[in-house]
Nanobody
Framework: QAQLVESGGGVVQPGGSLRLSCEASGFTLEYFGIGWFRQAPGKEREGVSCVSSGDGRSYYTDSVKGRFTISRDNSNDTVYLYMNNLKPEDTAVYYC????????????????????WGQGTQVTVSS
């Protein structure tokens, strides 16, 4: 059964860092684009970052540019989201998802094309 599993969330103080992991099982993650999303309490889910599987380009929503980095480790079927200089407004449940498109390339993240969500991992930024 193909699925994605997120991990790495936790509680961190403002200015701190976390590394989230999105591990694929039941399929080869290398072939597909991966997106990270988040949902804060009372808000809609929003796209945070994505990385294509064709040219490996990465994209970020404006609020995280310069602070978050998405990275693929195809040998381990894992995509990471490195989060630095975390802010209280980054508090949310973070999810990863795949576009199910072989060797996808995009000009921007196709947020509506992602699916097969993991269970999510909670990130709380608080002093």
């Amino acid at each position: 059964q193909a699925q994605l599993v997120e991990s790495g969330g936790g509680v961190v103080q403002p200015g701190g860092s976390l590394r989230l992991s999105c591990e694929a099982s039941g399929f080869t993650l290398e072939y597909f684009g991966i997106g990270w999303f988040r949902q804060a309490p009372g808000k809609e889910r929003e796209g945070v970052s994505c990385v294509s599987s064709g040219d490996g380009r990465s994209y970020y929503t404006d609020s995280v540019k310069g602070r978050f980095t998405i990275s693929r480790d195809n040998s381990n079927d894992t995509v990471y989201l490195y989060m630095n200089n975390l802010k209280p407004e980054d508090t949310a449940v973070y999810y990863c998802a795949t576009d199910w498109v072989y060797y996808s390339d995009y000009d921007e993240c196709p947020w509506d094309d992602f699916g097969s969500w993991g269970q999510g991992t909670q990130v709380t930024v608080s002093s």
